[in-house]
């Protein structure tokens, strides 16, 4: 099945820096992949997506790259703020055409931005 | 438009006690999950409903049962409540099976003593 490696676990910036969190998938069917942003005691939010038929997708300050060859994506947060700082997690699923599998979750980036 | 809505938020049972945590959404989705979210191990797929009429196991599924009562509300029921089975617990929904743009409940905290 699929498995889902997250890096780093914690990642410290400073306010106005750009923050990267890496993913790394070994489904090579996997065709979705999406990224949550928690803020301390609340639900996932989801804040951007991607499907494999994409390279790049960007809305604002945010980013995601896929690099299909090597099973790898990647989040790109760009100018941070402190009301950056969250738990992200990143995920992986046949997410469409033909029978489709579920979402599996990485284990989360802590992402803490000091003004 | 709620979204999607959990109750209870809080819940506090002794081992071997049972409970059931609801689930509803109004956003008309097809799918529905439950995850368990610990410390350090992300969200965990408990069980997951594909379409009305129908469920399945998902990653870690002992310990708990559900029902897809009707399109709308998604139940997990725990039988008989265990100290591991203490964790928060979100439902989630999404248009079509896969996980597509799937959206989370406010969650369930509960702990069994």
């Known amino acids: 099945g699929e498995n889902v490696e997250q890096h780093p676990s914690t990642l410290s910036v400073q306010e106005g820096d750009s923050a990267v969190i890496k993913c790394t998938y070994s489904d090579s069917a996997s065709n979705y992949f999406p990224w949550y942003k928690q803020e301390l005691g609340k639900r996932p939010q989801l804040i951007i997506d991607?499907?494999?038929?994409?390279g790049e997708k960007k809305d604002q300050r945010i980013a995601v790259t896929l690099n299909k060859t090597a099973k790898h994506f990647s989040l790109h947060i760009t100018e941070t703020q402190p009301e950056d700082s969250a738990v992200y997690f990143c995920a992986a699923a046949k997410g469409y055409g033909g029978s489709q599998g579920n979402l599996i979750f990485g284990k989360g980036t802590k992402l803490s931005v000091k003004p | 438009n709620a979204g999607v809505t959990q109750t209870p938020k809080f819940q506090v049972l002794k081992t071997g006690q049972s409970m059931t945590l609801q689930c509803a959404q109004d956003?008309?989705?097809?799918?529905m999950y439950w995850y368990r979210q610990d410390p350090g191990m992300g969200l965990r797929l408990i069980y997951y409903s594909a379409s009305e009429g129908t469920t399945d196991k998902g990653e870690v599924p002992n310990g708990y049962n559900v029902s897809r009562l009707n399109k709308r509300e998604f139940s997990l029921r725990l039988e008989s409540a265990a100290p591991s089975q203490t964790s928060v617990y979100f439902c989630a929904s999404s248009e079509a099976a896969g996980g597509l743009g799937q959206y989370f409940g406010p969650g369930t905290r509960l702990t069994v003593l």
């Open positions: 956003m008309n989705h097809n799918s």
């Open positions: 991607i499907r494999s038929n994409v």
